[in-house]
């Protein structure tokens, strides 16, 4: 059993910058694929970003590449999102998931979601 918490969203500025963390629970989080996702109001799920588990190769949606960096330190069981050069249509509560099978799909089903954290972009 793996529980996430996110934590580090809020109102920032366009332009400006944030880092959100996924913190895991269990021994088991270094075995997990995980991912970010967002979802705005009134809009799909979307997915952000991923990260393998083994070898860290990453994975980016073409609408954040350049801008996030996704990133994991499994001894703390803690996954990351540094946001960078945000706009307004970053604007989403954002997601992370631990799942047993790596997918960047937001319809599959995930074997862990978090509880979200709110990013909100001013222009």
């Known amino acids: 059993q793996v529980q996430l918490v996110e934590s580090g969203g809020g109102l920032v500025q366009a332009g400006g910058s944030l880092r959100l963390s996924c913190a895991g629970s269990g021994r088991t989080f270094s075995t997990y694929f995980m991912a970010w996702f967002r979802q705005a109001p009134g809009k799909e799920r979307e997915f952000v970003a991923a990260i393998n588990r083994g070898v860290p190769s990453t994975y980016y949606a073409d609408s954040v590449k350049g801008r996030f960096t996704i990133s994991r330190d499994n001894a703390k069981n803690t996954m990351y999102l540094q946001m960078a050069s945000l706009k307004p249509e970053d604007t989403a509560v954002y997601y992370c998931?631990?799942?047993?099978?790596?997918?960047?799909?937001?319809?599959?089903?995930?074997?862990?979601w978090g509880q979200g954290t709110q990013v909100t972009v001013s222009s």
């Open positions: 998931t631990a799942n047993s099978v790596f997918s960047t799909s937001p319809l599959a089903e995930y074997d862990y």
